[in-house]
């Protein structure tokens, strides 16, 4: 008898479409808070998403992922199951529309213009979310897809997964040294240039 959440074959998927309905919906509030020239719901959508993006960083880097590591593998795998699928849409999305609504703000709010030295602070900001976007989107998500894809095989390769994993987790905490770097330089920007 095998224990729950381990029979992989008697699944019939791990990869839910049916996020992207909710990922639709996230890109259509960011459309419509950019379309509606509202500077409050642009900033609105800008921090909630900043903060459930670092929040969620932050806790699977330096909380999550070091206590997985301590735990036996079954419980390491049934949780793996549950979550990756999910961290697969929510994270490129929250990253996303972050970084979009962001860049849209900075423009509306005229902080593209300023001059040096506060422009160190814009071009700080551009380049954290360029190696957050870049790291997440071209690292931390196939790895993700990988991980998923191999976890659904009947047999799967559990050195290749313990292999990826302790990558998405030491990139997951880089992301959140990045996210408190970004917070740091966040808080500038809304102190005054």
Sequence with gaps: MTAPGLAIAEQPGLIRWRYLIWVATAFAVLAAAILSGSLFFLNFVHVMCGVMWTGIDVFVGFV???????????????????????????????????????????????????????????????IIIAILTVQGLGLLLPINLLTVLELQKEHPDLDKLARRMKIYVRQTALQGALQVAIIVVMARFVTGL
């Design 64 to 126: 999550l992922g070091p206590t997985l590591r301590q735990v036996e593998l079954p419980a390491r795998r049934a949780l793996s199951m549950k979550l990756l699928p999910r961290m697969m849409f929510l994270m490129p999305t929250l990253s996303i529309i972050t970084g979009t609504a962001g860049f849209v703000l900075a423009k509306n709010m005229g902080f593209l213009e300023v001059g040096y030295p506060d422009k160190l602070w814009v071009d700080a900001a551009l």
